[in-house]
């Protein structure tokens, strides 16, 4: 096994190759690289980076880069289809702007923000990222790209088995709550015990309800299980927002498999989940 680990995107990100070997060294420094370069361009803490260049500007069309344009369009796209719920202007956001205020030109990869707005990719960004390292590491075929609560598994173990992921307790430090067997899959977790905002008041967590601007308090945890990881990544988060049925409806409606936890520690899943003990 071949096994490294760095900080990106405030996490530590681990990527395992079940066989180790000059070409698997190769492809994880070729992982990581995404890592940080979408760390770089999408991050909200350095007034330098593409994203923050984007939104220093409104009511003109911007020339990006692909990785920030599919970063956005995909936003877009989950904020649509979750009715809201999912808004990468609510975190935070200038009041009275909204995600409709966001204007692709998928011709020329130009982003046109038509009020000023706060853009917060931090729910995409990753699964992005754990997207793209596991591209380069497809050739490998048996492998994990591990992020912090969001995860790819190429293939299979050193068994030979599908992967078996453990997932998190919400309420118990260092207990899993929930096993899935996943292969060429992602896994992604929302939790409310992740990173606090920094402003953060009382049972106040990184998510925001953007219709409420607090965070919601119906779910413990969502966790969603796709064929990629920023369609988990998304749908993880939106589905926090919306709560145990609102929730795992949307799940449903867009094909995806997904278990959430209430904070009374009750579970509701979609119907096709392969749960294993
Ligand atoms: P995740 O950990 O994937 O659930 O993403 C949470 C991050 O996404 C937060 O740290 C914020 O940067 C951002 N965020 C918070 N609330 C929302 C929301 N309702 N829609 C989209 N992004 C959000
Ligand atoms: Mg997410």
Not at 43 to 48: E, Y
Not at 198 to 204: H, K, L, V
């Given at each position: 096994m071949a096994v490294r680990t760095e900080v990106a995107m405030s996490t530590l990100v681990t990527i395992r190759a079940v066989r180790p070997g000059a070409v698997a060294e190769e492809s994880i420094g070729r992982a990581f690289g995404w890592f940080h370069e979408i760390e770089s361009r999408c991050?909200?803490?350095?007034?330098?980076s593409e994203l923050m260049r984007l939104t220093a500007q409104t009511g003109v069309a911007v020339p990006v880069s692909a990785i920030l344009f599919e970063a956005v369009r995909f936003a877009l796209l989950a904020a649509e289809a979750s009715g809201g719920a999912f808004?990468?202007?609510?975190?935070?956001?200038?009041?009275?702007?909204?995600?409709?205020d966001i204007e692709l030109d998928e011709a020329r990869t130009a982003i046109t923000l038509h009020r000023p707005l706060t853009l917060d990719l931090g729910a995409v960004a990753k699964g992005l990222a754990v997207d793209l390292a596991a591209r380069e590491l497809a050739p490998l075929e048996d492998f994990v790209v591990d992020a912090g609560g969001d995860l790819y598994l190429g293939g299979r173990n050193e068994r030979g088995d599908p992967w078996r992921v453990g997932i998190r307790h919400p309420r118990r430090?260092?207990?899993?709550i929930a096993f899935l067997r996943a292969s060429n899959q992602a896994v992604c977790t929302s939790g409310?015990?992740?990173?606090?905002?920094?402003?953060?008041?009382?049972?106040?967590?990184?998510?925001?309800?953007p219709r409420s601007g607090v965070s919601p308090h119906a779910l413990a945890s969502a966790t969603v299980l796709a064929s990629g990881a920023m369609l988990a990544d998304a749908l993880a988060t939106a589905a926090f927002v919306l709560g145990p049925e609102e929730g795992i409806a949307l799940l449903e409606r867009m094909g995806v498999e997904g278990l959430v936890v209430t904070p009374a520690l009750q579970r509701h899943e979609t119907r096709g989940l392969r749960r294993v003990a």
């Open positions: 991050t909200r803490f350095d007034p330098s808004d990468p202007t609510a975190a935070r956001g200038v009041a009275g702007g909204g995600w409709r430090e260092g207990e899993l409310d015990y992740e990173r606090l905002a920094p402003q953060a008041g009382d049972g106040e967590h990184h998510i925001v309800d």
